[in-house]
């Protein structure tokens, strides 16, 4: 079963997402495969996107959210984030996610999360995959595919385990979900090769690395990114 199918329809059928204790507006976008940029425009949340628990994030939004709003729209109650007891320039947990700490130039070589033979492939046709499964032995060291600052390290997202979410520039995230132990914190910054989690099977029923990439929100093939290995991988 893809990591998908196991999300419950009931969630998503409202189109309005309760966001939950721990969660990250980059995670959300995650969850619906929306670009985060968008998600916050539409949800009139400015940099550096902070969110609390019991906030209502629209993640049905249509193209009526094309150009950033810098302040909460006060048309729709829903949609507004919930009063902030501190000034928006003072530092909380995500205060310090902003475009500044990201590179803005391109991810110029990517790199093998874990050696190990890819035993399932990125496909848009049913079974689903948005990424490749790598197979481990349990404990192995998962490393960051290219440097970049982590947005999401948890496990709020059903089906992905213990999940890490790397925020490389304006247009790449990657994700490496399954893990047995996280070893960054959201907020880090990490260099492209660093240790970031062990390999494990929580969310799934084998020890694997499920490895993802996203450009503009939308999954693609890793393998197209991924240098080639001998063998084919």
Same mark, same amino acid.
């Given at each position: 079963?893809?990591?998908?199918?196991?999300?419950?329809?009931?969630?998503?059928?409202?189109?309005?997402?309760?966001?939950?204790?721990?969660?990250?507006?980059?995670?959300?976008?995650?969850?619906?495969?929306?670009?985060?940029?968008?998600?916050?425009?539409?949800?009139?949340?400015? %940099?550096?996107? #902070?969110?609390?628990?019991?906030?209502? #994030?629209?993640?049905?939004?249509?193209?009526?959210?094309?150009?950033?709003?810098?302040?909460?729209?006060? &048309?729709?109650?829903?949609?507004?984030? %919930?009063?902030?007891?501190?000034?928006?320039?003072?530092?909380?947990?995500?205060?310090?996610?902003?475009?500044?700490?990201?590179?803005?130039?391109?991810?110029?070589?990517?790199?093998?999360?874990?050696?190990?033979?890819?035993?399932?492939?990125?496909?848009?046709?049913?079974?689903?995959?948005?990424?490749?499964?790598? %197979?481990?032995?349990?404990?192995?060291?998962?490393?960051?595919?290219?440097?970049?600052?982590?947005?999401?390290?948890?496990?709020?997202?059903?089906?992905?385990?213990?999940?890490?979410?790397? &925020?490389?520039?304006?247009?790449?995230?990657? %994700?490496?979900?399954?893990?047995? &132990?996280?070893?960054?914190?959201?907020?880090?910054?990490?260099?492209?090769?660093?240790?970031?989690?062990?390999?494990?099977?929580?969310?799934?029923?084998?020890?694997?690395?499920?490895?993802?990439?996203?450009?503009?929100?939308?999954?693609?093939?890793?393998?197209?990114?991924?240098?080639?290995?001998?063998?084919?991988?």
């Amino acid at each position: 079963m893809s990591v998908d199918e196991k999300f419950s329809k009931s969630e998503s059928a409202s189109g309005i997402h309760l966001v939950r204790k721990g969660e990250t507006l980059y995670a959300i976008a995650w969850r619906y495969g929306l670009d985060y940029r968008e998600l916050a425009n539409a949800n009139s949340i400015s %940099a550096p996107y #902070i969110i609390y628990p019991g906030q209502k #994030i629209d993640v049905k939004y249509t193209a009526r959210s094309n150009k950033v709003v810098a302040t909460p729209s006060v &048309r729709n109650p829903s949609k507004v984030p %919930a009063p902030r007891t501190q000034p928006t320039h003072t530092k909380t947990k995500n205060s310090h996610v902003s475009p500044n700490n990201i590179p803005d130039a391109p991810v110029s070589q990517w790199l093998w999360p874990l050696e190990g033979q890819v035993i399932g492939y990125f496909s848009t046709k049913k079974p689903v995959n948005k990424g490749i499964d790598i %197979a481990g032995s349990l404990g192995e060291s998962v490393l960051a595919a290219a440097a970049g600052t982590v947005v999401y390290a948890g496990t709020g997202l059903r089906g992905y385990g213990n999940l890490v979410i790397i &925020r490389h520039n304006e247009k790449f995230l990657s %994700a490496y979900a399954h893990a047995s &132990r996280i070893l960054v914190s959201e907020n880090q910054e990490v260099k492209a090769g660093g240790k970031i989690a062990e390999t494990g099977s929580t969310g799934t029923d084998k020890v694997k690395l499920h490895f993802e990439i996203r450009e503009d929100g939308k999954p693609v093939n890793p393998l197209k990114y991924l240098p080639a290995r001998r063998g084919g991988g």
